[in-house]
């Protein structure tokens, strides 16, 4: 398979993408440490049983929804950085156009174009309009007036 190439991306731009994407993991990375070390704070104090442990583990889940979504974000992040060395960083997985710079400097990570990433939003819009429809249907024709 060829590689493909963003073309619109200059050197520079990459160079400013692959900062904005290393400092991303760096914050996250730290933000990770400072948990890590905040947990063990917590917990250094005597020994601690399986229960302990597991109760500990549902008081943290707060945290670890938080920490889910940017392990998921930084899984993300290194995977543009892998794709930034491999030069097919910035092409829209769906239909394989090159992804503008102003986009990729909004969201490093987007591996959609904007006009695919709009037509995955109206089709969920869609559905929940759908949806919602279905479940409101009667009070909206009530209430609505155009
Ligand atoms: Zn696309």
Redesign the pocket.
């Known amino acids: 398979m060829a590689v493909r190439l963003n073309k619109h991306l200059t050197e520079a731009n990459l160079k400013a993408l692959k900062d904005k994407l290393l400092s991303d993991a760096e914050r996250i990375r730290h933000n990770f440490a400072q948990k890590k070390s905040e947990y063990e704070s917590s917990t250094v104090t005597g020994a601690k049983d399986e229960v302990d442990a597991a109760n500990d583990n549902i008081l943290l889940s707060a945290d670890m929804r938080f920490s889910n979504r940017e392990s998921l974000y930084f899984k993300k992040v290194m995977k543009s950085l892998d794709r930034i060395e491999t030069e097919h960083y910035g092409m829209?997985d769906?239909?394989g156009?090159a992804i503008t710079f102003q986009r990729l400097m909004a969201r490093p990570t987007a591996d959609?174009?904007i006009?695919?990433k709009e037509e995955s939003e109206r089709e969920e819009a869609q559905n929940f309009f759908e949806r919602k429809s279905k479940s409101l249907g009667r009070e909206m024709t009530v209430s609505g007036h155009a």
């Open positions: 829209c769906e239909c156009e959609i174009c006009l695919c």
